[in-house]
């Protein structure tokens, strides 16, 4: 990590909401501890985290929807919390709650109100319900619901009957997300959850994270657009996410590594236009974006060293 930065990024990020601050402090400049767990503690007190509780209704729920009402419903809002590094809160218990009541019989999360299950909803459901603790015994179903769905090549499809590529890679991350959540927590599961993340992690890296199929040329060029708050699969919440789960360099990072080096304008980067509606939106598209500098710089300071 970098531990230093030029003073004139460190204020802009400082000057940021402390859901960047705190990841700033831990993961950029070396903060000490007691700092960053203030910073990380005032997300529920002030600024888009509290902005985000405050809306929650009298049923514990966001956007009067489980799941159903996309971005604004409450399994999306509980990503976002997650995504910002807030403290798991009593307040998120209800919720949870809601979103295990989705359950079908053979362990998949359905669309609210349907039958339709799907492994997308699955693999972000597992990561969202560890992140904040909420362990009931239906979690392990959905775990080995994950387990039954992964496919030969290492992938996962959102709907597994139907085979579409751009979802089957930002479905192939949910699940990883999900599943390195669920590691942390289940420990005796850490061999079997290792091979499934190794095999995924083979499918995104032999296809270079953007590639639609290994050894050829053609891309999916959306994949180099990166919005906020990053809900969709792109190569810099991709790497991102390597980092996060502490995976080394791979030479087949490189062309990922390259499209966020040559995105930032001026060292900094920008939010790229999003799509669906939000109950707050805490940077502009086509701005300069704190967060995307962030999550950038911390990559490039993982991975990019290690470059030829």
């Known amino acids: 990590m970098f531990k230093t930065l030029s003073t004139d990024m460190a204020n802009f990020l400082m000057s940021g ?109 597992l990561g969202v319900l560890s992140y904040f603790r909420y362990l009931p015994p239906q979690l392990e179903a959905i775990y080995h619901f994950l387990i039954e769905t992964q496919r030969e090549d290492g992938s996962w499809y959102c709907d597994y009957h139907k085979d579409e590529e751009t979802a089957r890679y930002a479905t192939t991350l949910a699940v990883l997300e999900g599943l390195h959540e669920y590691k942390r927590i289940y420990r005796e599961e850490f061999n079997r959850i290792t091979d499934m993340q190794n095999a995924a992690h083979e499918f995104l890296l032999s296809r270079h994270l953007n590639k639609r199929e290994p050894g050829v040329t053609s891309v999916f060029y959306t994949f180099g657009e990166f919005p906020f708050p990053y809900l969709r699969y792109d190569l810099l919440t991709v790497m991102d996410y390597f980092r996060h789960a502490g995976l080394r360099y791979d030479d087949r990072m490189s062309d990922a590594i390259k499209i966020i080096k040559e995105t930032a304008i001026e060292g900094r980067w920008f939010m790229s236009s999003q799509q669906g509606e939000y109950h707050i939106e805490p940077e502009i598209p086509y701005q300069v974006s704190r967060f995307n500098t962030l999550r950038a710089l911390r990559v490039l300071a993982t991975y990019d060293q290690h470059r030829p």
């Open 17 to 125: 909401d402390h859901v960047i601050r705190w990841q700033v402090l831990d993961q950029l400049t070396g903060g000490e501890k007691e700092d960053i767990h203030r910073a990380r503690m005032m997300i529920e007190l002030e600024g888009w985290g509290r902005q985000l509780l405050e809306l929650q209704d009298e049923n514990g729920i966001w956007g009067q929807s489980v799941i159903f009402n996309q971005y604004k419903s409450t399994l999306w809002v509980l990503i976002q919390f997650k995504r910002y590094g807030i403290y798991p809160l009593d307040q998120f218990y209800l919720p949870c709650e809601k979103i295990i009541s989705e359950l079908t019989f053979d362990g998949g999360i359905r669309w609210e109100g349907t039958e339709e299950k799907h492994v997308c909803l699955s693999g972000l459901a």
